[in-house]
């Protein structure tokens, strides 16, 4: 558990922070990195720090980019959506400044015996401001890809049909999903 507390708050530092500075081609370089890692995780131990970045690095959750004889830590995808399962119940849709007038149709065939996942879904979709049009289907006008594919993982949905459909036309429902999402 002490490991996942540390890699989340690497893996929170490279967001915020964007870069980790990593001079390990010495050891003494490895000593300078070590005197210079942020305020955020300087309360771990060097050792725990050490083997908490080689685990990202072997788990792809960050790289290993070099810059004039420096190396700079910068989190992969894959960690970015590693760290928003620990914060899943703040997920949210990034609302951009313009709307690109394409609506995005969440449609799902859940079985009965995963009834309690399927629950939670809707729920989850819900929350995160999706309007239901029929019970597995919700809508947005807003760009949803990403957070589907971690909520699908997150629920252990993977063996079952959930999508999402990028369409310019809803029919005519359109004006009042409009209005409901004040796009108007």
Known sequence: MKKEIIIKDILKYLVIGGAILLILSSPSGTRRFLKEIPKELKRYKRLKLRRALLYLKTQDRIQY??????????????????????????LSLIKPDVWDKKWRLVIFDIPERKKLAREALRQKLKDLGLIKLQDSIWVTPFPCEEEVILIKS????????????????????????????DLI
């Not at 004889?69 to 910068?74: L, R």
């Not at 252990?156 to 999903?177: A, H, K, M, P």
């Open 65 to 90: 980019i070099e810059k004039n004889n420096v190396i700079v830590a910068k989190i992969t995808e894959k960690g970015k959506n590693y760290l928003k399962k620990f914060d899943f119940d703040n």
């Open 154 to 181: 997150a629920f252990n949905l993977s063996d079952f049909w959930l999508d999402v459909i990028i369409t310019e036309n809803v029919g005519n429902r359109e004006y009042q999903l409009r209005k409901q999402f």
